[in-house]
């Protein structure tokens, strides 16, 4: 009896790690980047998106474009080209941020412009979705 009882951890192990070699490539691909983007105006609801890229995907309504934008600017929105046009001298502040990862690595983003144009316009639009 003791030696099936052996034969049967045994045959558990080899299972359970079967199971675990077989679910370590799922569990290993990991989105490009991940973040948690914010605005919050000084007046009025805060909104919080998710995104992921490759695969894109998230709450933000233009996944695809802010990944590639954040592609070329390796996951810093810092680095990400400003928008030209003009803006109104509006004074509404509004606070956004970017927090998450890039290829692995933490990116962190947060600044307050004067107003929401300001902000879309210095930050490529990226965490307005679009």
């Not at 030696?3 to 299972?15: E, K, L, Q, T």
């Not at 991940?34 to 695969?55: N, S």
């Not at 990862?101 to 316009?121: D, I, L, Q, S, V």
Request: hydrophobic share 40%; charged share 20%.
């Amino acid at each position: 009896m003791h030696m099936s009882r052996a034969r049967f951890r045994w045959a558990a192990a080899v299972a359970g790690m079967a199971v675990l070699v077989h679910a370590a490539p799922t569990l290993a691909e990991e989105p490009l980047g991940a973040y948690l983007l914010m605005v919050a105006p000084q007046e009025g609801p805060v909104t919080a998106r998710t995104l992921w890229c490759e695969p894109d995907g998230g709450t933000l309504r233009a996944a695809s474009q802010a990944c590639d934008q954040l592609e070329l600017a390796d996951g810093r929105v810092a680095r990400i080209p400003r928008r030209e046009g003009p803006c109104t001298l509006e004074h509404a502040p509004v606070r956004v941020s970017a927090d998450g990862t890039w290829r692995g690595e933490p990116r962190h983003f947060a600044r307050t412009y004067p107003n929401r144009c300001a902000a879309m316009r210095d930050t490529g639009g990226i965490l307005f979705g679009g």
